[in-house]
Structures are given as C-alpha cells and as structure tokens.
C-alpha cells in the first residue's frame, strides 16, 4: 500500500502565493515520475506539472513561470510552489506519484484564489 497526503492548501487573494507539499508513505521502492493535477469545478482534472526522478519538470502552460515544482527523492515528498496566483487557479489539487507499474493520488488540498 501506499498513501499520498497533500498540505498547504487554502484561500489566498490574487497575486499572493501558496506552498503545496505531499508526502508518500508505505510500500514504495523506487518513485518515479510525481506531479500535481488539479481538478476545478466542471472541469476535467488536467495536469499542473510534473517531475521525473532525475529532477527534469514540465508545466501546464497555463502555469509557466508563475509555478516551481520540486521533489526530495529521500523524503519522497513533492511540493509545488504557487506565485502570482490567479482566480482561474481555484480547484482542488491533486499529488500524483508513478511507483511501475502503479499510478496512485492524493486525495486532494482545496487551493481558492479569491479577493
């Protein structure tokens, strides 16, 4: 078994920024690619950004520059950091982790961005 636990959700106002972390526990050998993916309401769950092993990360575009994921292969942990944040990046966010041939998720962290 393995568990993902998301924190550092919460409501924050245009242009202030968040720090999201999740920790994997359990069962685990070897992670490798982990990400965010965010879910807003009427909307499919897309992919925020994501992370291999080896520290290379990719961005929605709709994050770029404004987002930085990174990861501590030691801790298993992720975290996800949030600047400039916009109305439209209210959703729950969701830790993702791929330990082959698996893919396991948090159960999410309500981010709000309202004024």
């Known amino acids: 078994q393995v568990h993902l636990v998301e924190s550092g959700g919460g409501l924050v106002q245009p242009g202030g920024s968040l720090r999201l972390s999740c920790a994997a526990s359990g069962s685990i050998f070897i992670i490798n690619r982990m990400g965010w993916y965010r879910q807003a309401p009427g909307k499919q769950r897309e992919l925020v950004a994501g992370i291999t092993r080896g520290g290379s990360p990719n961005y929605a575009d709709s994050v770029k520059g404004r987002f930085t994921i990174s990861r501590d292969n030691v801790q298993n942990r992720v975290y996800l950091q949030m600047n400039g944040l916009k109305p439209e990046d209210t959703a729950v966010y969701y830790c993702?982790?791929?330990?082959?041939?698996?893919?396991?998720w948090g159960q999410g962290t309500q981010v709000t961005v309202s004024s």
């Open positions: 993702n982790a791929v330990i082959m041939p698996a893919n396991y």
